[in-house]
């Protein structure tokens, strides 16, 4: 099989009936720069930046976090690198960094909180990130987001960041993208100016998942509860989809559930066209994207719907084993 997708790298994940859909990986630590190249990855469509952080036994510095940047950006020649800023909290502790005690930490002082109430951090890291791109385009992404203001809070931090670095005479990017990830569902559900004000969103399913159905990710007894191709799940996703593309916002998935081959074949059935995931799952998502009928795949997971199945993975999987490649 590793030779089969090793064989697909080159080509696009297009389906037969020709919708395509990119296929970007997921990284975090300078030793996964090297797939880039071997999985045919588009680029990175989350790079935890935390990883960097959580590898050290201090606060790393601005000048050694923008070098380590730039490489990234290097080694995806041209494709886009999505940053995502900080997420730390919840189960990622920074040994360096006071520990909180609190009773829920998934849901609580995490990620983009903890960036909003104590900007020193998240500001020295839009300045790595800035210095890095050193004129080149930048993505950047926020996670965590709850509600509409946090973004626009966020946001503005970048944008401040960006008048600084001007005013210092340093070079600043030429395209700036400034994304949120959906990954608690209340954004679902915030108003359109936020879609509006986005620059793109990328739904976060590991979170989403588990505060959907509230079902802990880190609990082996309740993690595999719940299907993502549960219809609810689905709907949700689809409302989502909606939304975005209202306000022409583009949207991509990059939860792990993006590199399961079922998954990811019904999330692009729903009309997802970006998926981000672990660089050795592009291999088996192209291959199945690459053998079946997007447009046949929608009909069977509506029909799914229609007749009250609360899953849609029994009929999509007995459809697949009618397509012959
Ligand atoms: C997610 O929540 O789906 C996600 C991609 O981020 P992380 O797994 O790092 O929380
Ligand atoms: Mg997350």
């Given amino acids: 099989a590793q030779e089969r997708y090793a ?6 994940a297009q389906s037969k009936d020709g919708a395509v859909v990119k296929l970007q990986m997921n990284a975090g630590l300078m030793a996964d720069l090297p797939s880039l190249e071997s999985s045919g990855a588009e680029g990175v469509g989350l790079f935890r930046t935390e990883l960097q952080f959580l590898i050290r036994n201090q606060m790393p510095k601005r000048d050694e976090l923008a070098r380590l940047y730039a490489r990234v950006m290097d080694a995806a ?3 886009k690198v999505v940053f995502r800023t900080l997420d730390i909290g919840s189960d990622k502790v920074l040994p360096y960094m006071k520990p909180q005690d609190e009773p829920n930490p998934a849901m609580g002082w995490r990620a983009i909180r903890v960036g909003l109430d104590k900007p020193g951090v998240l500001r020295m890291q839009l300045q790595a990130l800035i210095r890095a791109s050193n004129g080149r385009d930048l993505t950047v992404m926020f996670p965590f987001i709850s509600e509409q203001h946090e ?5 503005s931090h970048l944008l401040r960041e960006i008048h600084r670095e001007r005013s210092l005479g340093h070079p600043v ?12 569902p ?3 559900f915030a108003p359109r100016s ?10 976060g399913g590991n979170d989403l998942k588990q505060f959907f159905f509230a079902a802990d990710r880190e609990n082996e007894r309740v993690r595999r509860r719940y299907d993502v191709l549960n219809v609810s799940f689905l709907n949700l996703i689809e409302q989502i989809i909606q939304r975005c593309a209202e306000t022409d916002t583009p949207l991509s998935f990059c939860g792990e559930d993006a590199g399961r081959p079922i998954e990811a074949l019904c999330f692009a059935a729903l009309g997802i066209r970006t998926l981000s995931m672990r660089p050795a799952s592009i291999g088996p998502v192209k291959a199945l994207l690459r053998r079946v009928d997007l447009t046949g795949a929608r009909r069977v997971i509506d029909a799914a719907r229609a007749e009250g199945a609360e899953t849609v993975r029994p009929a999509v999987l007995d459809w697949l084993a009618t397509q012959v490649d």
Wanted: charged share 20%; glycine share 8%; hydrophobic share 45%.
């Fill in 186 to 188: 209340s954004l679902a």
């Fill in 77 to 79: 020649q041209g494709h």
């Fill in 194 to 203: 936020f879609f509006e004000t986005a620059d793109f969103i990328s739904i």
């Fill in 7 to 12: 064989s697909l790298r080159g080509l696009p």
């Fill in 173 to 184: 990017p030429q395209e700036l993208k400034i994304g949120a990830m959906l990954e608690t």
């Fill in 151 to 155: 973004f626009a809070s966020a946001r």
